[in-house]
């Protein structure tokens, strides 16, 4: 397993941690993913081999929110 805190902005409310934590974490090979609202931080624990960071970033872009 991988642990990766990633750098998002636009998250503003609890529809935006909603909307980040439930399409990550239907990704398969995610295993966890905590949104850390105050920070603009979202960690994620993922297997590389079943999904890649890519991937993660391009789902939390595809939900409107721009990762650093």
């Known amino acids: 397993m991988e642990n990766v805190t990633l750098k ?3 998250m503003s409310c ?8 439930g399409s990550v974490g239907k ?5 966890s ?5 105050k920070e603009g931080n ?4 993922f297997n ?3 999904v890649s960071l890519s991937k993660i970033k391009e789902t ?9």
């Open 8 to 10: 998002v902005n636009g």
């Open 14 to 21: 609890g529809h935006c941690v909603n909307a980040v934590e």
């Open 48 to 50: 590389p081999s079943e």
């Open 27 to 31: 990704l398969e090979g995610v295993k």
């Open 60 to 68: 939390i872009d595809d939900q409107g929110y721009d990762v650093e």
């Open 33 to 37: 993913v905590k949104v850390h609202l």
């Open 42 to 45: 979202v960690d994620v624990e």
